[in-house]
């Protein structure tokens, strides 16, 4: 049986109540009216980074003297009630009520459970209606209605049927309202202000860049992207962005539903070298702020993207590169990643702080047309960075590692490893616990081949030495081309090889391991 979906088809067929004029009822244009315009006032958002965004409507509405209740619709179905602010002249609140019961089909029907509503059928044959009265029972599992003297249970039999309600329950809305009860001191027309937080709208940057190898030079746009799914339209708003991570104080588990998760943080070595320059952009606490140029509207279900960053010719450079993370044989050659490195500093650079997004590649073919050829995540950037971001992994080159030797290095040294108090009979004994130093020495040899019709310089660098609290202890003891030791983890060394040929990097370590 199907009863539940049915139901969920037969009610959308009315579920505009003009359908059936002479029993529907006219309501007045407010909260519970679906065509009405917006009702928002001068509104301003600021949506951070994370799911949350900072919604203040100033509206001017009409004040009695002494307790009234106010309806505010067209506020966001996401909001959190408990981050309410209501502000007026001479007026203080005394209660506020968030109401969330909107006007669908299936609301519709339960609310209308112990009413009775019109039932049209058509005659596919003739098209006649038959009209009957008909009392909702239940709505547990299927619509179950009583229909004079019988109990008629509502099945998807193909006849087009309608349920016409003669009008809308109290308390169902067609669009988030939110009323509060407030105190007057007087009576008159003055602005009145709320301010919240929701959930449902959010932004991130996206870079657009295109690459041009010849010159190495990189032309990047910068996108903000906004998306609102609070299932409210804010009308013809000031829009400020926020670039940072502020604390929210609370988990995932939100009214509706549970909040979408964060986005992916950018993969390593995506910043060679942190920034230390301070941008040009309007700062709030220890964020950069992104205001819109222009009022806009930000329709629900929306994505909407916005320029915020048009820099040409920056300094660019390709980069061939693989990490290693242990002393082991390769079975295969590995394909190298393809990086672009650049800057954002002001001087050489793209001169600006970058919010976290992703940033995709172009460079134009043969005929000049630009093609993608990869893209990767950045998290918020200072300016004066130095960046390397991942296009893809290069063909033409690769890398296999290969232990050609591993022999063991007993040391007559021994190293105190652990020390113990030990108390018998109140007697103290201290005992030492110690083990020989091995060491071993490994012969490693890195093959570095290249297929391209031109010489390329490939960084390969090998991780794992320092194993931490088990063994820090490790030693170069001869390499074929000089290295750099980018931390107390990983070497690294520039590996020239030549067009369509190959180049033999070979590295003797010690460790402990």
Do not use: C
């Not at 459970?113 to 009209?131: C, D, Q, S």
């Amino acid at each position: 049986m199907k009863h539940w979906g049915v139901f969920a088809s037969l009610v959308a067929l009315s579920a505009g109540l003009a359908a059936a004029p002479p029993i529907e009822t006219a309501r007045a244009q407010d909260a519970s009216d679906p065509t009405g315009e917006s009702q928002q006032g001068d509104v301003a958002v600021t949506i951070y980074n994370g799911d949350i965004a900072l919604v203040q409507d100033v509206r001017d509405l009409s004040f009695p003297r002494g307790r009234t209740r106010i309806e505010f619709p067209d506020v966001s179905s996401r909001i959190r009630p408990e981050t309410l602010s209501f502000s007026a002249e001479n007026t203080g609140i005394v209660e506020q009520n968030f109401d969330f019961d909107l006007l669908t089909p299936s609301k519709l029907m339960e609310k209308a459970v112990g009413e009775t509503i019109t039932l049209i059928r058509t005659n596919p044959a003739t098209g006649a209606e038959t009209r009957e009265r008909a009392k909702v029972l239940s709505v547990a599992g299927g619509v179950v209605v009583q229909i004079g003297d019988r109990i008629e249970v509502l099945r998807d039999d193909g006849l087009p049927v309608r349920a016409v309600f003669d009008r809308v329950p109290d308390g169902l809305r067609a669009r988030p309202t939110l009323s509060v009860s407030v105190d007057s001191g007087a009576s008159g027309r003055r602005p009145a202000s709320i301010r919240y937080l929701t959930t449902g709208l959010g932004w991130n940057a996206d870079y657009v860049s295109l690459y041009d190898e010849a010159s190495g030079a990189l032309d990047m746009q910068g996108w903000v992207t906004l998306t609102n799914n609070t299932g409210t339209t804010f009308e013809d708003a000031k829009t400020v962005l926020v670039a940072g991570d502020p604390s929210t104080g609370r988990n995932n588990n939100i009214r509706g539903g549970y909040a979408p998760p964060p986005p992916p943080r950018p993969p390593q070595g995506t910043v060679r070298s942190i920034g230390t320059e301070t941008a040009d952009r309007e700062r709030l606490a220890d964020y950069y702020l992104y205001p819109l140029d222009a009022r806009t509207t930000i329709a629900n279900a929306q994505t909407k993207q916005v320029s915020f960053m048009d820099v040409q010719g920056v300094p660019a450079r390709k980069i061939y590169a693989r990490t290693l993370d242990w002393l082991a044989s390769d079975s295969d050659p590995v394909q190298v990643e393809s990086r672009l490195a650049f800057s954002s500093s002001r001087e050489g650079g793209l001169g600006d702080a970058l919010p976290a997004g992703t940033v995709r590649f172009y460079q134009r073919d043969a005929q000049g047309t630009p093609q993608f050829i990869g893209e990767d995540r950045i998290g918020h950037t200072p300016m004066g960075s130095e960046m390397s971001l991942k296009l893809g992994d290069a063909f033409d080159i690769a890398v296999q590692a290969a232990v050609t030797e591993r022999t063991r290095i007993a040391s007559d040294e021994y190293a105190r490893s652990a020390r113990y108090r030990v108390i018998t009979d109140g007697e103290i004994r201290e005992i030492e616990v110690q083990r020989a130093q091995t060491f071993y020495r490994t012969a490693m040899q890195y093959r570095v081949t290249n297929a391209k019709p031109q010489p390329v310089t490939v960084e390969v660098a090998q991780a794992g030495l320092d194993r931490g609290w088990w063994s820090h202890d490790f030693r170069v003891v001869s390499e074929s081309i000089e290295g750099e030791q980018v931390n107390l983890d990983k070497r690294q060394w520039s590996v020239p090889v030549p067009a369509n040929g190959e180049t033999v990097l070979t590295v003797v370590y010690e460790t402990r391991y």
